[in-house]
């Protein structure tokens, strides 16, 4: 669950145009507030190609439930691959443990979702064609938004609560998703404190046991060595998903533990963007995909 030294101490909001490694040039805007919590903001930073799309990839920034700064820049160099490929991307920073336990960083995650679905417009988004992805803790949470979206509260008087929270595609990398086994092991919340909550939630916060006809398409990347969040969270998830009739698959990487290096992380990352062009993306990619394979 503590991967790549994941994301992001706040900034006041800029604009700013970003030039990586001879790449097209991506603008960003850095610390868009979606929330307040316990006195601080909640916010993401959007990171739009000059190429879009149209589509909009939320990338939950999280590790062990820690959502932590850094620079755009880097964000940029990591997401660089999905910038390429279109996509205008959200780094989504959460309500953090040790602070803050999973019951309440779920909530966050699927506020940033209803805010940029009613912002969509301002980054040139199609609110129907919004992803979600994220590795380890990003993963369960990404999972998490693909299976408990929901509509909205119409009688909220907050126009973003009354907004859905729902996303069309879901890429988790290595994701627990049954966290009863860790809420109830010791072990587990005293190295990652957002684990300690009451057991009888688990099953809420337990993306396997939320599963319905009308969740979001998720691929699942796991490897087959992985003694953290074993295979079998993933085994469990996609076969929950595909019982339901819920489009779904799952990239074992042999060999592999919890993260990719080399070959496998180019395997995933093929994949990754495969899923997301499949289920996200515009024409004009369907087209360039089509005229690939001719």
Known sequence: MNIRGTVLVALSTILCCVQLRGRAQTTVQADVVYGHKAGMALTFDVLQPDDANGAGVLFIVSGGWVSRWMPP??????????????????????????????????PDVRRAVRFIRLHAQQWGVDPNRLGASGWSAGGHLALMLGTTGDDGDPNSTDPVEGTSSRVQAVVAYFPPTDLRPYVQDDEFPRRFPALKFE???????SPLLQ??????????????????????????MVKALETAGVETRLLVIAGAGHGFAGEAAD?????????????????HVEAETESALK
């Not at 599963?211 to 469990?236: F, M, N, R």
């Open 73 to 106: 820049e880097q964000e940029i160099d990591f997401l660089r691959p999905l910038l390429d490929r279109g996509y205008t991307v959200f780094a989504v920073r959460h309500g953090s443990s040790p602070k803050f336990v999973i019951p309440e960083i779920v």
């Open 199 to 205: 057991v009888e939630k688990a099953p809420d916060f």
């Open 211 to 236: 599963v319905s006809a009308d969740d979001a398409p998720a691929l699942l990347i796991h490897g087959d060595q992985d003694t953290l969040v074993p295979l079998w969270h993933s085994e469990k």
């Open 267 to 283: 395997r995933a990352l093929a994949a990754w963007l495969e899923w997301f062009d499949e289920h996200l993306a515009t024409p």
